[in-house]
């Protein structure tokens, strides 16, 4: 018999990482076996991220069922992101959007303080637009 504390902490960067991305969680109990996960997040982008997660922490996910469905009402209206180390804005696209050529977004939405696409500085605050 599964044990749900044991596979909540197994998992507990994918929860982590729900809660910071502002998922709606339904459910988190053991169903056959597994942990079920059933909640509804603001975009296509956060799920696909989710679920990156869930493949780092154990690629067959075996144990784990995860049912995220898309709601846009959800979506985070805007964002502010620090750079860090490493950045870019196509990292940083990447990250928010799941494709990378999204960057223009990011640098349009701050031509208040970035002259250019590939010069930004580590600590600056970004807004990221939905």
């Not at 018999?1 to 910071?20: F, R, T, W």
């Not at 898309?70 to 990447?94: E, H, M, N, R």
Request: aromatic residues 6%; hydrophobic residues 40%.
């Amino acid at each position: 018999m599964a044990d749900l504390e044991q596979l909540k902490l197994k998992y507990g960067s994918v929860l982590n990482q729900i809660n910071q991305l502002g998922v709606r969680l339904a459910h988190v109990h053991i169903q056959d076996n597994k942990l079920y996960i059933e909640g509804a997040c603001g975009s296509e982008a956060i799920k696909n991220r989710i679920w990156d997660q869930v493949k780092l922490v154990d690629p067959s996910f075996s144990d784990l069922t995860l049912n995220l469905t898309v709601d846009p009402s959800l979506a985070p209206k805007q964002q502010t992101y620090t750079v860090a180390a490493g950045d870019s804005l196509s990292k940083i696209a990447k990250q928010f959007y799941g494709n990378a050529n999204e960057y223009m977004k990011i640098y349009e939405a701050n031509r208040d303080k970035l002259n250019d696409p590939n010069a930004i500085k580590v600590g600056q605050q970004l807004v990221i637009p939905s």
